[in-house]
């Protein structure tokens, strides 16, 4: 019979209702699957529960929870057939999106999952994600880091939330999904990473560098604010930039700060707004100017993906000049090559 792990880190799948809303429950998931009898029958793998202490709503999730289970998972590798990870919605595109950076020679499945509504409410999407989630990471050969909601299962480095009240609360913009389910499972063979041969072996690469942020232009922005957050100990900054890769390059201040930036050191990676497509910088000319200031081109990157890959790279040892290189080159199946 197979077997898998379960790993609950929090978020509303297991919380209980308190006076100040959604709280995580610590015992509440195990006294609820105890009576699930679903899970007894066959496809349902057996199952262990490490449930983490403390629980935390997703977004409260932080570096050091991911190296829990990252660490977890490889400890734990061979004796699974695969893993579950239970975690809240808000930041399971983050997590989905580091762990796969982390988890260097996965050969299991690793499906994070969570819901809008808890298992103790009436009407839920929890008990599905769940069971289904189960019987992924239990019967099929998946051997990367997916993200399971309601009818999809995605890479988990292309997936975003995007519902806060929807039942299909994530997306894939930029990949096809590598499962649907509905009244049967179906499996998207050739959207699956392939596992590394042997003798590969799981080896966890940490994520311990903090020092980068996001900003998103918008019409009107300080540039004094941009210049006083592209000082150290920032090392890196995702630039959100407008449609495939535009900025406000009529504007000298702006531009002179990104380059001056780009000069000291400072890796400036620029992504989308957008929720589809690829980021080019090269269709108009106010993107090119974006280049010639040292913006390396995250092309279909979700931000999600692009933040913790920056977090990841820094993470590695890298020169300035490698994590340049690397940041806009595929690593996990996270961004879209050009013969895609
Ligand atoms: N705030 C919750 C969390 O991310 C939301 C959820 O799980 O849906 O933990």
Redesign the pocket.
């Known amino acids: 019979m197979k077997k898998i792990c379960v790993i609950n880190t929090?978020?509303?799948?297991s919380m209980r209702q308190s006076e100040s809303g959604y709280r995580p429950s610590p015992g509440y998931l195990a006294s609820q699957m105890a009576n699930m009898d679903e899970l007894s029958q066959s496809p349902m793998p057996e199952f262990d529960l490490l449930e983490y202490e403390p629980l935390?709503?997703?977004?409260n999730m932080t570096p050091h929870i991911w190296r829990k289970i990252a660490n977890d998972i490889e400890e734990r590798h061979t004796a699974y057939d695969g893993f579950v990870v239970l975690h809240?919605?808000?930041?399971m595109a983050y997590s989905a999106a580091a762990l796969a950076f982390m988890l260097d020679g996965l050969s299991r499945p690793v499906i994070l999952t969570?819901?809008?509504l808890p298992l103790g409410q009436i009407r839920n999407d929890a008990r599905e994600n769940l069971k289904t989630a189960m019987v992924l990471a239990a019967n099929y050969q998946i051997p990367e880091v997916g993200l399971l909601f309601g009818d999809h299962l995605f890479r988990g480095c292309r997936s975003t939330k995007v519902s806060a009240t929807r039942f299909d609360a994530f997306d894939s913009p930029n990949y096809p999904p590598l499962a649907t389910v509905g009244t049967s499972i179906e499996i998207f063979e050739e959207n699956l990473r392939l596992a590394k041969p042997p003798p590969a072996r799981l080896q966890v690469k940490p994520i311990e560098t903090t020092e980068v942020a996001a900003f998103r232009l918008f019409p009107g922005m300080s540039i004094d604010i941009l210049h006083h957050l592209l000082q150290r100990p920032l090392k890196g900054i995702i630039l959100e930039t407008f449609g495939d890769g535009n900025g406000p390059t009529e504007n000298r201040e702006f531009l002179d700060a990104i380059s001056s930036a780009t000069e000291a050191g400072m890796v400036i990676l620029g992504c989308t707004q957008c929720l589809h497509g690829e980021m080019t910088q090269g269709s108009y000319a106010t993107g090119t100017a974006l280049t010639e200031a040292g913006v390396i081109p995250g092309r279909d990157m979700t931000i999600e993906a692009a933040l913790t890959k920056m977090q990841f790279l820094f993470s590695q040892n890298f020169s300035i000049n490698q994590i340049r290189e690397k940041i806009g080159q595929n690593i996990v199946g996270e961004i879209s090559t050009i013969t895609d």
């Open positions: 929090g978020g509303t799948l935390v709503d997703s977004s809240g919605t808000d930041t969570g819901a809008q």
